[in-house]
């Protein structure tokens, strides 16, 4: 039996801007400690090989020490007779030709992976594994590819695997059924899976962040999700990566598929309704629910979301609340964005609208600027408000 391990869409190296440095260097290690564990395992279970399916940085250039880190796991791999191969994803591939080579390059050069390179056509690799003729192609993303195109039928030549046993096909796509309904990308059609029929076994693809497989016209088509979740947007996508498994049996070549999921790093979307904040002490009432959610390892994020009476929203000191949860967990966030005032009937702005908490704090700016005497004093103001307005609603990870 041969057994290949495939991982994808580690994402080494991401930078959340508003993390300390300290929580930035620890959010990176829990990024390279998800494909640590994809590599100890093909280690303990003696794998024929070890595939990554692109995305294993964040971006095309990352730092040296995430590099030299990287080289590190895959010579584990190389010394214990365990081969790698490797394909770019639409993260680590430069956007056009002229900007450079993925990172991934650099492990080829020195003999530590096989990297998959041409994004017009599919190259194959060959080796017998465990008495078995395996062929594994890469088809990394183009970019240079118009959204509404079809990456398996816009190839420059047709899929023509070698004679093998088993056939093998790794890209890094979105595909058809499993694409967000606002995302506009290159998308692999289900007829294109269809057509691989008799030609390829099994399609492993990266780019999707959640693990799953599926069946199409008898061709196995395998997600193995993200090695961590990278932002709030992920709370519910499943980490962890894939092994597979290839035996001769009666009727051919058997492809066993087993998930092995990996734990990411804690995540928590708390959210509060405005209304349900008490009049007499909402700072209080907050503080009390952002510490009955928090915990030391989590990352946690308090939305607060609806219509605020004025008279609430000026007795709320939301700071107090942020610096309560930024000392109980590893990381916080506070997004108000989904928070309103109510404005009473009357008032200058209209009876009965609603206007967000940003724009009361416009509001409240230039009241205090209008009573300033000094022309010192206001245009100090004048900047503070500035300031305020454009940090107003920044977060360090998005959904």
């Known amino acids: 039996m041969a057994t290949i391990v495939f991982a994808s869409d ?10 300390t440095p300290d929580q930035l260097a ?22 024929d090989v070890y595939i990554h399916g ?10 040296a020490v995430e590099l030299m880190w990287t080289a590190g796991q895959l010579k ?28 991934q390059r650099l492990f080829d050069v020195v003999r530590l992976a096989h990297v998959f390179t041409r994004d017009t056509a599919v190259d194959w690799w060959l080796a017998d594994l465990d008495g078995l003729r395996v062929a594994i192609g890469g088809l990394p993303p183009d970019p240079r590819l118009p959204a509404e195109a079809d990456p398996l039928a816009a190839l420059a030549e047709p899929i023509a695997p070698p004679e093998a046993d088993a056939r093998i096909l790794v890209t890094h796509y979105a595909v058809q059924g499993r694409l967000h309904p606002l995302a506009e990308e290159p998308t692999i059609g289900l007829e294109s ?12 693809v990266g780019h999707v962040h959640d693990a799953l497989d599926a069946e199409v016209a008898g061709v196995k088509v395998v997600f193995p999700g993200p090695t961590e979740r990278l932002s709030f947007g992920e709370l519910d996508v499943r980490c962890g990566f894939v092994r597979l498994d290839l035996a ?24 509060v309704r405005a209304g349900d904040l008490p009049p007499d002490d909402p700072t209080g009432w907050l503080v009390a629910r952002v510490r009955a959610v928090s915990a030391p390892d989590q990352i946690l994020q308090l939305r607060l979301d609806g219509p605020l009476p004025r008279a609430v929203y000026q007795a709320l000191r939301v700071r107090e609340a942020f610096e309560v949860g930024s000392d109980l967990n590893f990381y916080f966030d506070l997004d108000r964005r989904g928070l309103t005032v109510e404005v009473e009937p009357g008032e200058a702005r209209g009876g009965g609208e609603r206007v967000s908490a940003r724009a009361e704090l416009a509001l409240v700016a230039d009241q205090l600027r209008a009573a300033a005497e000094a022309p010192e004093e206001r245009a100090l103001l004048e900047e503070a408000r500035a ?11 998005a959904d």
């Open 10 to 19: 580690s994402h080494l190296n991401k930078h959340y801007a508003r993390m």
């Open 26 to 47: 620890e959010r990176r290690q829990r990024l390279r400690a998800g494909l640590a564990q994809t590599i100890d395992y093909a280690l303990a279970e003696r794998a």
């Open 54 to 63: 692109g995305d294993l940085f964040d971006g095309p250039n990352p730092r």
């Open 76 to 103: 584990r791999l190389a010394d214990a007779g365990i081969r790698t191969l490797l394909i770019g994803g639409n993260h680590d591939i430069p956007k056009t030709r002229e900007a450079g080579a993925t990172p």
């Open 193 to 204: 899976i269809a057509a691989l029929a008799g030609a390829v076994d099994c399609l492993l």
């Open 248 to 271: 001769r049996a009666p009727e051919g070549i058997r492809l066993g598929v087993q998930h092995i999921p990996i734990d990411p790093q804690p995540m928590r979307r708390e959210v």
């Open 387 to 397: 300031l305020v307005l454009a940090r107003y609603g920044s977060a360090g990870m």
